[in-house]
């Protein structure tokens, strides 16, 4: 069963601390994806990592970076949080095909709250 | 860049009954694929249904079907003896051929009534 796992459902962070999300995936995929689910607006694309050590740019990528040092996992880190990165944040993984119907498999979830 | 809209931010369903939740897509593409995925309530997110463009029979999955109509851009998920099981977000997600990214669409969260 493939498995994509977050290390925390819940987060509470004050302003101004350096916050680490992390996300592992056990399917050999290539492709990790980082999003910001907020109500009305879905899915938005932080960062996107298609190798160890690669990343580009998403839709909102200002307030974040991220780390992929192993193929298997790929952190999200908020270098100063403040209040409007509260959020609900998903991390997915896709393989490297670039034609086909492939889906994206998606863990669990972080809500993180900074007060 | 390609776009997403769902305009039914909240529906409601009878149990057994049939509902249909619409999506609109605006591309140039012409080959890309269509996503439904759910989000049960603190739950995971999971594939539902999913159509590849250059395909005209629309794709169905056991309750889940969606009517796929190129031309107009639309892919529409509808949900066949609606089960309370079935109560969650939907997300209706485009990726173009050749690509790795997906666009999602704002959601419609659908409940389903006893």
């Known amino acids: 069963d493939v498995k994509v796992t977050q290390s925390s459902r819940y987060l509470v962070k004050r302003t101004g601390e350096k916050v680490f999300l992390e996300c592992v995936q056990d399917m050999d995929h290539e492709n990790m994806f980082w999003y910001r689910q907020d109500p009305g607006l879905g899915l938005r694309l932080i960062y996107f990592?298609?190798?160890?050590?690669?990343?580009e740019k998403g839709d909102i990528p200002e307030g974040y970076s991220v780390s992929r040092e192993k193929k298997e996992r790929f952190s999200l880190i908020l270098e100063s949080a403040s209040t409007n990165q509260t959020s609900m944040y998903l991390c997915a993984s896709t393989p490297m095909r670039w034609t086909g119907a492939h889906e994206q498999y998606f863990g669990p979830g972080t809500r993180l709250t900074v007060t | 860049a390609q776009t997403v809209t769902q305009s039914q931010p909240e529906m409601s369903v009878q149990e057994a009954e049939t509902v249909t939740l619409s999506c609109t897509y605006d591309?140039?593409?012409?080959?890309?694929?269509l996503f439904w995925y759910k989000q049960p309530p603190s739950r995971q997110m999971i594939l539902v249904i999913r159509q590849e463009a250059y395909k005209q029979q629309n794709a169905t999955e056991n309750r889940f079907s969606v009517n796929f109509q190129k031309a107009a851009k639309s892919f529409s998920l509808k949900i066949s003896d609606s089960q309370l099981g079935d109560a969650a977000m939907y997300f209706c997600a485009y990726r173009r051929d050749y690509g790795q990214n997906f666009v999602f669409g704002p959601g419609t969260r659908l409940s389903v009534l006893p």
């Open positions: 990592s298609y190798d160890v050590k690669m990343k």
């Open positions: 591309t140039s593409e012409s080959d890309y694929y």
